[in-house]
């Protein structure tokens, strides 16, 4: 957005994110960033043209650690961004995800499938709010007439992931750099499909200026086994650890892949990025961090709320 000429504000609790990522930003007279929790009434001076709300835990470790504020973004935290974006009569796209679908029984998954989704397990909390997160803001849209997009995005990696936010491309890779054994949960022959972040970036983009009310998926069609995946991160990083079996998490969806027919025809958007392609450029990424982040605690802060 600031390459595009915005002014731009960031909001964030830090929750699970990191001031270092946005570091370079702050010499920009065109970028602002606010400590806040969305959860909580959301005051912003000025006009708004456009309200992206990507406010949320996205890594089942943090649903673990933290649900109740998992739950508390997606739900309360959505109200409070739909009242801010009818105050401020701007158009307001949510970041929903792949996890509405559930543990599929359609695969791939296209937008009309309703999905296979265990409210009481462990991804409940994530997986719930991100569905009542829909719900509201297509209820937003047809009582309010609010300018509502919906984005459901699928597995996505890149530079600026938090290494030890337990989910699978960070673990592998911070495994990989402090020589340990690459953990694979269950016997590995679960799917995932992952997206280069620029590739969604561009997606994201594309559906917010586009006139696109219902859910759009966005990811990459790529699919691969966990254990395949494990198995080239091998040859990637050239570490000569081996991989270890771990039990499989709770309600681990055993299959998914995006279709994504519908962005393709909508908003003429494909990813671009091949899989060989970007985890290179993530791994030169975590090759490059100094030494001790390798080592740091999954840092939330203290929730103070
Ligand atoms: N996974 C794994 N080893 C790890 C972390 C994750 O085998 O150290 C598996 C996990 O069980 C899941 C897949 O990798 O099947 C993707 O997990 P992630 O947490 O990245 O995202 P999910 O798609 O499950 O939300």
């Not at 309010?144 to 984005?151: F, S, Y």
């Not at 969604?200 to 998926?217: A, H, K, T």
Request: proline content about 6%.
């Amino acid at each position: 957005m600031l390459a595009e000429g915005y002014h731009v504000i960031g909001m964030d609790n830090l929750i699970t994110g990191d001031l270092r990522n946005i570091e370079h930003l702050f010499p920009s007279e065109h970028f602002e960033f606010h400590n806040h929790d969305v959860s909580k009434f959301v005051h912003v001076s000025g006009e708004l043209k456009y309200i992206l709300h990507f406010a949320s835990p996205a890594s089942p470790i943090d649903y673990l650690k933290i649900p109740i504020q998992t739950l508390k973004v997606g739900s309360l935290g959505t109200h409070n961004l739909l009242g801010l974006a009818m105050a401020k009569k701007a158009r307001i796209l949510v970041a929903s995800t792949s996890e509405v679908y559930g543990d599929p029984t359609v695969h791939p998954q296209t937008e009309d499938y309703w999905g296979n989704v265990n409210p009481v397990g462990p991804r409940g909390v994530y997986d719930e709010a991100k569905r009542f997160q829909e719900a509201m803001t297509m209820a937003y849209h047809t009582y309010h007439g609010l300018e509502t997009r919906i984005v459901r995005i699928f597995n996505t990696y890149g530079p600026r992931m938090r290494l030890n936010d337990g989910r699978v491309l960070p673990a592998f890779m911070g495994q990989a750099l402090r020589g340990e054994d690459l953990t694979v949960f269950g016997d590995g022959s679960q799917t995932r499909s992952f997206c280069y972040v620029a590739d969604l970036v561009e997606g994201i983009y594309r559906l917010l200026l586009s006139d696109c009310v219902d859910p759009v998926n966005i990811g990459n069609p790529g699919e691969i086994t966990i254990g395949q995946f494990a198995e080239e991160i091998i040859k990637l990083t050239g570490t000569d650890q081996k991989v270890i079996y771990k039990p499989l998490p709770t309600d681990d969806p055993k299959q998914r892949q995006p279709n994504i027919s519908k962005a393709q025809a909508v908003l003429g958007w494909e990813p671009k990025v091949e899989r060989s392609e970007g985890l290179k450029i993530t791994w030169d990424y975590f090759k490059s961090l100094p030494k001790e982040r390798l080592y740091e605690e999954a840092h939330h802060r203290a929730f103070n709320g």
